[in-house]
């Protein structure tokens, strides 16, 4: 599956944006998807994920009660609601996904390596 990010952009502290993957496959529902972001100079870091259904969701602490991730498999296309917005969520988000079936997705959601497919990234400035 090929995932295109899309979405990010200047927001200023406090405010909100939504950042949307679309996959390339009408088949969406064959794949857990994640969040991921990496600030300039730091490594990759878990930011959310939700299994094939949306019926589960996970949270870095750090976004926790803000962010809200979610998927319209008919449309093919997972989301990132970010709200209440802080500078230091400036990154580049990317979205990745893992097939259903892989059996990594349960026990480590939270890890890169749990993630075969990734998108091209989107980025997020948050001013002060």
């Known amino acids: 599956v090929q995932l295109q990010a899309f979405g990010g952009g200047l927001v200023q502290a406090g405010g909100s944006l939504r950042v949307s993957c679309a996959a390339s496959?009408?088949?969406?529902?064959?794949?857990?998807m994640a969040w991921f972001r990496q600030a300039p100079g730091k490594e990759r870091e878990f930011v959310a994920a939700i299994n094939w259904s949306g019926g589960l969701t996970y949270y870095a602490d750090s976004v926790k009660g803000r962010f809200t991730i979610s998927r319209d498999n008919v449309k093919n296309t997972a989301y990132l609601q970010m709200n209440t917005l802080k500078p230091e969520d400036t990154a580049v988000y990317y979205c990745a996904a893992d097939a259903k079936g892989g059996g990594s997705f349960y026990s480590t959601p939270r890890s890169v390596a749990t993630y075969d497919y990734w998108g091209q990234g989107t980025e997020l400035t948050v001013s002060s």
């Open positions: 496959e009408s088949t969406l529902s064959s794949y857990h």
